[in-house]
């Protein structure tokens, strides 16, 4: 210690961190003595958003809290109002919506993989990474004309029924995903190089965790084997047989072990959904909330003025608050929603797991080297479109 | 979840324990909100050691106005529990819960910032998304959600 510190700006502008996310460094040396996170450059606004829109508006919106998961995002929200109205959700519907939010976790941690392991100077995976995502993102568009911002969950059920091309296309990635998986930890798994850079790095015990209120990946590196899929199965997870991956160290390196295991227990799951997919409807249609048929308005008056009614004034569910969350790639997503019984929220609060478990960096790397502090924010997986919101 | 021993404990600053769809709500007086915490939170058969999450929600022009709402959650039982406070526009002053649940740091910053909600003893009370020269607090519902540009 030389007792002379340097003042170090990290970001907005800066790849490793991942987004716009600013740190100011204190540095003695190359040690970080002390650091600030300065976040909200991507603010947007979307909570005060929402409460101008109508309830099914809303689901647009959520797509872009996490630009990486906006399946994950869609699927929280819609079930937090069908837990307000209670709406039973068809039993096909909640198998494909198992479906798309497991490709999504695989595809938001294919994207954590690639550039973590590229902000850490492991050029390759990124390729490979980027090559499976592409697949996903492919299903993704073919279903619902969107790559990124997919929008198909509906209050109620989906947008639309599957065709058949979604289940051949599940099956076929998930029958030669995880050897890819092999191939990743081909890479890394027992790379010394990447050892070095990960392994003792950002340690944070599972005590510490559950103080700081971090869950999902992080959480379960540290060992405690917290999944919302499991402790209260939502949308039917309890029928798919799947293990929770967990770590020991809490450390860097399990946490990337454990989002590598992740994607093959996703796949898992997601070909257990396409195979076990029951018949019948894709969406609660005797549901107040739910749209008439698109058909039906060219010669159904009644269903007509029923749909402009729905776009003009909306849906009122009852008042009452609800929370629900679910597991996101990044851990607990919540919505909480206040209804007034009004045709808009009241309130609705995201409870972002990126801006939770972000709170945890500084003690992740007070006292570490500035380049543990690249590697410990890849290692939170944040996205700051949802930590800003 | 033993709720006869949470009013047993803190009697008449429980204003009201409500179901709704599944989740438990328990209203109480901000003057026992630390204490309230606390017992939540060490008590064997609570142990209510995880806070999801904490935000505010703005009722005006209904007085009292604020209501904090902490979602707790047990990781040993998997019981979820709400538990709200609510303040009146002329005093919108809680204490802070940082000493409870370290997560709320972040989480009352962000109410501060959005709602104007001031949290007693708080570590570090400042803005945190919207810069440190913005006025007002955008999510109250007086304020307009559009024509102010930020400085």
Known sequence: ?389 | MNLDALRQRFGGSLREVTVFRGETTVTADRDVLLPLGRFLRDEPGFSFRFLSDLCAVDFHPAEPRFQVAYHLYAPATGCRLRVKVILGEADPVVDSVTGIWETADWHERECFDLFGILFRNHPDMRRILLPEEFEGHPLRKDFPLEGVTAP
């Open chain 1, 1 to 389: 210690m030389s007792g002379k510190t340097l003042t170090l700006n990290l970001g907005p502008q800066h790849p490793s961190t991942h987004g716009v996310l600013r740190i100011v460094l204190e540095l003695d040396g190359e040690t970080v003595v002390d650091a600030r996170p300065d976040i909200g450059f991507l603010h947007r606004g979307i909570e005060k958003l929402a409460e101008s829109k109508t309830w099914h508006q809303v689901i647009v919106l959520t797509d872009r809290i996490d630009y990486l998961a906006a399946m994950s995002n869609n699927l929280a929200y819609v079930m937090a109002v069908e837990k307000l109205m209670a709406i039973e959700v068809p039993r096909r519907a909640r198998y494909v919506r198992v479906a798309l939010a497991e490709l999504q976790r695989i595809a938001s941690h294919l994207f954590w993989l690639g550039t973590h392991a590229h902000d850490l100077g492991a050029m390759t995976p990124l390729f490979y990474a980027l090559r499976e995502r592409e697949v996903i993102m492919d299903i993704f568009e073919s279903l619902a004309g969107s790559r990124l911002m997919p929008s198909f969950l509906r209050i109620g059920g989906l947008a639309a029924d599957i065709d058949g091309r979604f289940a051949k296309s599940v099956l076929d990635f998930t029958e030669t995903f995880p050897g890819r998986v092999d191939e990743y930890e081909t890479l890394l798994t027992d790379n010394p190089i990447w050892k070095l850079r990960t392994k003792g790095v950002g340690v944070l015990d599972g005590e510490s965790c559950l103080g700081l209120g971090i869950s999902g990946p992080m959480l379960r590196g540290a060992g405690v084997d917290w999944d919302i899929r499991k402790s209260h199965p939502y949308s039917g997870y309890d029928e798919f047989h799947f293990e929770i991956p967990t770590g020991r160290a809490g450390d860097v390196y399990d946490r990337y072990l454990v989002r590598v295991r992740e994607m093959r227990e996703s796949a898992r799951i997601a070909r257990q959904a396409v195979e076990g997919l029951p018949g019948g409807e894709w969406i609660d249609a005797g549901s107040a909330a739910v749209f008439p048929p698109r058909h039906e308005l060219k010669h159904n008056v009644a269903a007509l003025i029923r749909h402009f009614g729905l776009v003009m004034e909306g849906i009122t569910p009852p008042a009452g608050e609800v929370y629900h969350a679910i597991e996101s790639p990044r851990g607990e997503l919540g919505f909480y929603l206040v209804s007034d019984g009004g045709p808009k929220p009241l309130r609705l609060k995201v409870r972002a797991p990126s801006f939770v478990n972000l709170q945890g960096l500084v003690k992740m790397i007070r006292g570490r080297l500035l380049a543990d502090v690249v590697a410990v924010i890849g290692a939170v997986d944040i996205v700051l479109a949802e930590v800003d919101r």
